[in-house]
């Protein structure tokens, strides 16, 4: 997503405003026109490329044309727009703080380009993952950018990425408020009112919550992620009650089944998995790494997978694999982890369609009087699990 943005930002920005064509003038269109039509062929071949060695090939040749287009142009281009396309240009070839410096000059100096060398530094900024910065340099230029694109794009990314949730819910709020938004930013809107319901699903404003949900289910076509909201509406039906029995037929890393009324006092997080699927065995190291750093807390964490007859090395035509088989197969990748918090293999997956479980991975978080307070389906960085568990713990 990272790298579409960047390419996408640095597109609708690439040619210039219309200017009297004398020989400088005429000049710098021709490097903007070079620069769009190696971005443009770029862009629409890479979308046709079938394989990992075709799109490598298809980066290194649009690098070397775009290297060899810098030094045709570099010395007869010295005004501030010719130096903003070679910004541009140096950021596409991975050439950061060549770019960075140019651009620094362009805003310091209060250049004719300021407000545009800020919206393009404020992407290399995003880019390299300075967040707060980016937002800082934002707010200072924002009065003076033209909404369109280019504005837009960096709102996407922060209304999708940015790992503060206040950040995130003022610019997806601002997304939504665009009356004539373009096709190209739609398909984009149901993910936003999603991360939106969650933000307010973790304020307790279940209502608005659900209100996002329903929003985002009547403007997406995707089918994948309309079966995702649907499973997500069904699920707001959890919240606010009491936590469902645990139970299953076999356990590990406990000398006796966890019982919720033993839990009582402590904030707990069940964590829904399977050993096939690898996004589920990422979540089940990341929450292994939260529960070790706040270890003798008032947490509680409890595992419950189910028998599926595969793993993540079955192939299509493989027989499936019997109880024994796929029981110690379990047990070797809990270890593996290092997984230390009780596991639950339940046979028969009953306890799946008590919680609506039907993305993995998934968590139910519960709170200290023993009542569900949210969800979360899929991945989730670190830094934003750890911050929903603290919440939990309060």
Not at 226 to 231: A, V
Not at 272 to 289: Q, R
Not at 382 to 387: A, C, T, W
Request: charged share 30%; aromatic share 8%.
């Amino acid at each position: 997503m990272k790298q579409i943005f960047i390419a996408m930002c640095l597109l609708c920005m690439v040619m210039m405003p219309g200017c009297n064509l004398g020989k400088k003038d005429a000049i710098l269109k021709n490097f903007a026109n070079e620069f769009d039509l190696i971005q443009k062929t770029f862009t629409n071949d890479i979308s046709v490329a079938k394989t990992e060695e075709e799109r490598n090939y298809l980066i290194e040749n649009k690098n070397k044309q775009l290297d060899s287009l810098l030094r045709k142009f570099d010395n007869e281009i010295s005004s501030d727009e010719g130096e903003l396309i070679k910004c541009k240009l140096l950021m596409e070839i991975s050439r950061y703080k060549d770019a960075s410096k140019k651009l620094d000059d362009l805003i310091n100096r209060k250049s004719t380009v300021m407000v545009e060398a800020g919206m393009v530094k404020v992407q290399l900024l995003l880019h390299s993952g300075e967040i707060d910065k980016a937002i800082s340099l934002l707010s200072e230029i924002e009065k003076g950018v033209k909404k369109g694109s280019e504005l837009y794009n960096v709102w996407l990314y922060l209304a999708l990425h940015s790992p503060d949730k206040n950040t995130m819910k003022e610019y997806g709020e601002k997304l939504l408020e665009i009356q004539d938004i373009s096709i190209e930013y739609k398909k984009f809107l149901s993910e936003v009112l999603r991360n939106l319901s969650e933000i307010a699903r973790e304020n307790k404003d279940t209502a608005t919550a659900k209100s996002y949900l329903e929003k985002a289910l009547s403007k997406t076509e995707e089918a994948g992620l309309k079966s995702i909201l649907e499973l997500e509406l069904t699920e707001m039906n959890l919240l606010g009650t009491p936590s469902l029995p645990l139970y299953a037929d076999t356990w590990f890393n406990t000398d006796y089944p966890p019982a919720l009324d033993r839990l009582k006092g402590n904030a707990i997080v069940l964590i829904f998995w399977a050993d096939w699927s690898l996004p589920s065995k990422d979540m089940m190291e990341t929450i292994t790494g939260i529960l070790n750093e706040l270890k003798g807390k008032n947490l509680s964490i409890i595992g419950f997978t189910k028998l599926y007859g595969k793993t993540a090395n079955s192939k299509e035509n493989d027989p499936p694999l019997n109880k024994t088989e796929e029981t110690t197969i379990i047990k070797n990748s809990i270890e593996k982890m290092g997984v230390t918090f009780p596991i639950g293999i339940a046979n028969d997956g009953f306890i799946f369609d008590d919680y609506k479980i039907g993305v993995l991975p998934a968590l139910i978080f519960i709170d200290k009087n023993g009542i569900i307070t949210d969800f979360k389906n899929g991945t989730s960085s670190m830094n934003s699990l750890r911050s929903k568990i603290l919440k939990l713990m309060e």
